[in-house]
């Protein structure tokens, strides 16, 4: 059996993980004998194994002294299914510390059974419901159980749901009057809107717990953004903010780079991929990155961003060591020459070499290629070079970039 940790970094010891080819009356019968052997991991993923499926499971797990993990998504479990499971949890003395229940067709009834497992609960810490039907009535029950509990925190995941403001309004308010109660919330692809988070911004600046909160596509625009931005300097926690593919556009930008130069913001990863970011949010980004002291992975894929904007964050990455990763991918105005340095710069602050993208390299002359000493091997694409050479590339790159036009 193996052993290693799972996907959110949760411990995991001798585990089930149900073979894809079974019939889902075996996938249970396994499930439960795996349980009674004293299985700590029960992951049967995909099987549709539906409330007949549950029941037995949902039985056995109210008796089972040893799983502390559950993941049960894809099974079409629906409300009841899901309010079987939440009353074996009741009625079990197990720690169980991780339920999955994502991509099973829970609404509003399946989250108020779950909302007695929150308040109840003082093992619990993750829960994943993505991809269901929550809605705000169910978000709301989530919320009124949060803002109760007094156990620890939690990783609460509804990302792909059908929460807007009035759900997300009821999250702000517990964490407003909680500030412990979570760690992390994942609400991408709802559709919060400019208003929940404004919301939630007024949640992070009271002192929350919250470390990571996943905002992507949310149909959140300046406005909403712009207030997340003035949050961020009290939200003493938060170290992930992740706002793709919104409508974020310069004011916001600058408003959050505004953000990264105050010493209180703590910020470490930023996702401003997919939006509307142009040469003055950009160049903001830049100054900001001059001073920024916590700031390590930034993300400004497919937005648009010019040469100009681009080629001042190069030189922001020359006095800034701690950013290690910076995505300017599929901006149409920043030249290979700029993105390659970008890159270079980038990975030599982080592994003390610099790199060329495969793609860059089969641009370069053949009588240049046979004098670089490019390193043997190869990372997701991208071949590392010697500091020496980088330069001689560059200035071949430009060339190109010249005979181009």
Known sequence: ?????????????????????????????EAIARMHDGEDVIDVFGRGIGIAGAKPIADALAC????????????????????????ALQRSTNPVASLALSYNGISSAGCAALADVLTSSTALVVLELADNWVDDEGCAALARALEARAAPPLALHLEGN???????AALARAIQNNTSCLTTLNLQ???????GCAALAIALASGSSL????????????????????????ANALTTLHLASNAIGDESCVALAEALQCS???LQVLDLEDNRIGNDGCAALARALALNPALHTLFLYHNEIGE?????LVSSLMTNTLLH????????????PTEARVLALVQLSRDGLCAIPRHLVALLPSALLQRVSFSAYKVNGVHPVRIDDFEPILEALRDLNVSAQ
């Open 189 to 195: 692809g709802n559709g919060i809107g400019d208003n």
């Open 308 to 312: 100009h904007s681009a080629t001042l």
């Open 325 to 336: 990763h910076i995505d300017l991918r599929n901006n149409t105005g920043v030249s290979a």
């Open 162 to 168: 059908r929460v807007h403001v009035d759900g997300c």
């Open 1 to 29: 059996m193996s052993t290693g940790a799972s996907a959110r970094g949760f411990p995991v010891g001798r585990q089930l993980r149900v073979q894809a080819g079974n019939m889902a009356e075996d996938v249970v019968e």
């Open 64 to 87: 089972s002294a040893a799983v502390t993990v559950v993941r049960l998504q894809g099974n079409r479990l629906g409300d009841d299914g899901c309010a079987l499971i939440a009353s």
């Open 211 to 234: 470390a990571s909160l996943y905002l992507g596509d949310n149909e959140i625009g300046d406005a909403g953004c712009v207030e997340l931005a003035k949050a961020l300097v009290s």
């Open 264 to 266: 209180t913001t703590i």
